[in-house]
C-alpha cells in the first residue's frame, strides 16, 4: 500500500467521504441531538481519522464534505434558529475546511514535538492547559445555569470538585501517553486538542456571521459568551472524550499496519 499513490489517494479520500454524508444524513447516528438545538457531533471522527493518511489537499476535500454533510441537513431537518443558522455555508462549510487545514498540520508539529526527548511533556502541557481551562470554565458556567441563585453558596465546592477532576484526567493522560502510548501518543493529543478546535471554529463562525441565533436561546441574565461556554461544555467535553476513545485505537491500528511497508509512514 502506497499512501503516495494518486489513485490510492483518490480512493481513500471517496471512501472516507462516503462515511462522511452516510453519518451526516442518516438522523441521530452523526449528530446526537440532546436537546434542540444542540447535538454532539461524532462526524469529525473519520474527518480526523483520514487527515492522519491523506495529503493536505485530500484533507481539505474531508472537512469540504463535512461542511456539505452539515449544510445539507440543515435544510433536510432544521429545527431551531441554530440549526437555521447552518444553511449558511459560512458557518456550515467554512469552519469544517478550516478544521481540515488546522488539524493536517497540527499531526505535523506534534508528530515533530513528540519524537524530541522532552515531547511528552510538552503535549502534556499542552493538553492539560486546554482541557484543564475547557472543563473548569465549562462546568462552572453548566452549574451556574442550573443552580441559578444557590451557585455562589456552592461555589467553592464546586471549583474544588472540578480541580480535582482536572487533576484525575491529567494522571490519567500522562499515564497513557509515557507508559502505554509510546511512539504514538501524539495521536490522542491530536484528536483532544483538533476536537476544541472544531468547537470553537463552529461556535464563532455562529457568533460572527449568525450571532441572531443564539438570541432565543439565552436565559435570564445570560450573556452570548456564558452561552457558548455552555453549549462548549455539553458538546466539547463529550465530543473530546468520545473521539479520543475512538479515533486513537483506529489510528494506532492502521499505523501499526502501514508501519509494516517499507515503503509508506504516517
Do not use: C
Amino acid at each position: 500500500m502506497n499512501l503516495k499513490n494518486k489513485t490510492f489517494s483518490m480512493v481513500l479520500t471517496a471512501i472516507f467521504g462516503a462515511i462522511i454524508l452516510f453519518l451526516s444524513l442518516v438522523p441521530n447516528i452523526g449528530y446526537i441531538t440532546i436537546v434542540p438545538g444542540v447535538s454532539i457531533t461524532i462526524i469529525h471522527i473519520p474527518v480526523l481519522v483520514g487527515i492522519f493518511l491523506l495529503s493536505l489537499s485530500g484533507s481539505i476535500y474531508l472537512g469540504v464534505f463535512f461542511g456539505l454533510g452539515s449544510l445539507m441537513v440543515a435544510f433536510m431537518r432544521a429545527a431551531t434558529p441554530v440549526d437555521e443558522a447552518f444553511k449558511n455555508p459560512l458557518v456550515s462549510v467554512l469552519p469544517r475546511i478550516l478544521l481540515a487545514i488546522i488539524t493536517f498540520y497540527l499531526i505535523k508539529f506534534f508528530k515533530k514535538i513528540n519524537i524530541i526527548k522532552p515531547g511528552k511533556i510538552i503535549l502534556t502541557v499542552i493538553v492539560s492547559l486546554v482541557t484543564g481551562f475547557g472543563i473548569f470554565f465549562g462546568i462552572n458556567e453548566f452549574l451556574r445555569n442550573i443552580l441559578a441563585d444557590n451557585y455562589m453558596n456552592y461555589r467553592l465546592i464546586i471549583n474544588i470538585g472540578i480541580i480535582v477532576l482536572i487533576l484525575a484526567m491529567i494522571v490519567f493522560y500522562i499515564y497513557y501517553i509515557i507508559f502505554k502510548s509510546g511512539k504514538n501518543a501524539y495521536i490522542p493529543s491530536v484528536f483532544i486538542i483538533s476536537t476544541f478546535i472544531h468547537t470553537i471554529l463552529v461556535l464563532s463562525s455562529l457568533l460572527i456571521f449568525k450571532p441572531s441565533a443564539f438570541e432565543l436561546m439565552l436565559g435570564e441574565n445570560q450573556t452570548v459568551i456564558n452561552l457558548i461556554m455552555l453549549i462548549a461544555l455539553t458538546n466539547g467535553i463529550l465530543e473530546v472524550v468520545i473521539a479520543t476513545l475512538i479515533g486513537t485505537p483506529i489510528v494506532v491500528a492502521i499505523k501499526k499496519k502501514v508501519d509494516d511497508n517499507d515503503d509508506t509512514t504516517i
